[in-house]
């Protein structure tokens, strides 16, 4: 697991030792250039190949939300820095590790594909992200490495309450209930196969 701040991570990897299970950390962080090469060097390190590679990292940008014509191009470049150059870094630097069988699922969103007032540059790094996954799909496909773009739905998390703190919590689905049906779709390569994008709520391919 990667995150940026060290003490929650190991929190959260002391959680998943005491259930039993096995985990290493990372402390890394997606919007800084170099920090992709360093992460990938440790787990490898760490695990030997990687067969799954995960990219949840994201970030909203300005808080409160605002519109493209309000956002500064320094303010829409530290999210493509977090949102799409983190991942496509990272990809980059594992992609001798990957080897066939392996795969790289790209977290995405609604917002990739609707235009919703406020959500600039959220929604185009999420536009771009998808994008990537697809060109990276259809130039490693042949080598086995599997890309895909998943979008979790609205879901009860912090990021969802600092984008829209007025939401009904009720309303957003269980985090780990999405996470589950992501890991069932991972196991499922007719349902998710190369170069999808797969909407995790309702389990059906979108493209």
């Known amino acids: 697991m990667v ?15 005491d259930r039993g299970g096995l985990v290493h950390t990372v402390a890394g962080d997606l919007g800084r250039p170099l920090d992709a090469r360093s992460i990938a060097a440790q787990a490898t390190a760490r695990v030997g190949p990687i067969g799954l590679l995960i ?3 994201s970030t909203l940008g300005p808080l409160p939300m605002r519109a493209l014509a309000d956002t500064s191009p320094e303010a829409l ?17 594992l992609l001798g590790s990957l080897g066939p069988g392996g795969t790289v699922l790209h977290v995405s969103s609604d917002a990739a594909v609707e235009a919703y007032p406020g959500w600039g540059a959220y929604s185009v790094s999420k536009a771009a992200l998808d994008h990537l996954s697809r060109v990276w799909a259809a130039e490693l496909g042949d080598a086995g490495v599997r890309m895909l773009s998943v979008d979790p739905g609205e879901m009860r998390t912090q990021m969802h309450a600092d984008a829209l703190p007025d939401a009904d919590p009720q309303s957003l689905a269980d985090p780990d209930e999405v996470a589950a049906r992501i890991l069932a779709l991972l196991d499922d390569r007719l349902a998710a196969p190369n170069g ?3 909407i995790a709520g309702r389990g059906a391919v979108a493209a």
């Open 3 to 17: 995150a940026r701040e060290r003490l929650p991570l190991e929190a959260e990897a002391l959680r998943i030792r």
């Open 55 to 57: 990219h949840n990292a």
């Open 77 to 93: 470049q530290a999210v493509l820095e977090v949102n799409v150059l983190g991942p496509f870094r990272l990809t980059q630097a």
């Open 196 to 198: 999808a994008r797969v």
